[in-house]
């Protein structure tokens, strides 16, 4: 097994390390790259798609920075919208600079889904499914309820339906998006 990071060079750990097409990427370049990319998404890509997407998260650093949200929609994932600016920033946490939180484009939507899904105990999840036209990233897909595997009947299934909504109503006014729902 090659013991070295394919893009930095650096030593592998026992964790965190990702393989891609024709190598593996260490956990301290995995932390650089967006957190929206799935396993498949590594091994779509070989060493010299990963560096330009690594050139990317460099680039995504300087505009997010300067990204200032005219509107939030709170949640377990927030929301920032910045209309004028035709950009928006999907984060877990407050500190989405801190982050490097990707600053995707109204433009770039395709399609967004609401959808629920059964865990192994019979009980659902809401998740949010996010298709864009953009090469580094091109699906966002994250949970909506808070704490995972909600009965349906429930008051918080609800409000995460609510929630999940919300998200969607805040892309409302542009055109040409395909909304589906549950
Ligand atoms: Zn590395």
């Known amino acids: 097994m090659d013991k070295k990071c394919s893009i930095c060079g650096g ?6 390390n990702k393989d891609i097409k024709n190598g593996v990427v260490c956990r301290y370049c995995v932390k650089k790259a967006s957190p929206w990319l799935s396993d498949e998404d590594y091994l779509r890509r070989d060493v010299k798609a990963f560096k330009k997407h690594l050139e990317y998260r460099e680039k995504n650093q300087q505009i997010v920075d300067s990204f ?3 509107r939030t ?3 377990k994932y927030s929301l920032y919208l910045d209309r004028d600016h035709g950009e928006f920033v999907i984060s877990k ?3 989405y600079k801190k982050d490097n939180a990707d600053v995707l484009k109204y433009k770039d939507l395709k399609e967004l889904t609401i959808f629920e899904e059964k865990d192994e105990t019979g009980n659902y999840n809401l998740l949010m499914d996010i ?3 953009n090469k580094e990233i091109d699906n966002v897909c994250f949970r ?6 909600l009965e349906r009947e429930s008051k ?4 995460a339906l609510d929630k999940a909504y919300e998200y969607l109503n805040g892309f409302n006014e542009e055109d040409g998006i395909y909304f589906v729902e549950v």
């Open 11 to 16: 030593n592998l750990t026992e964790f965190g």
């Open 68 to 70: 200032e949200p005219e």
């Open 73 to 75: 929609i709170e949640g």
């Open 93 to 95: 946490r407050k500190d």
């Open 131 to 133: 298709q864009l036209k």
């Open 144 to 149: 909506v309820n808070e704490f995972p595997g």
């Open 156 to 159: 918080e299934y609800k409000a």
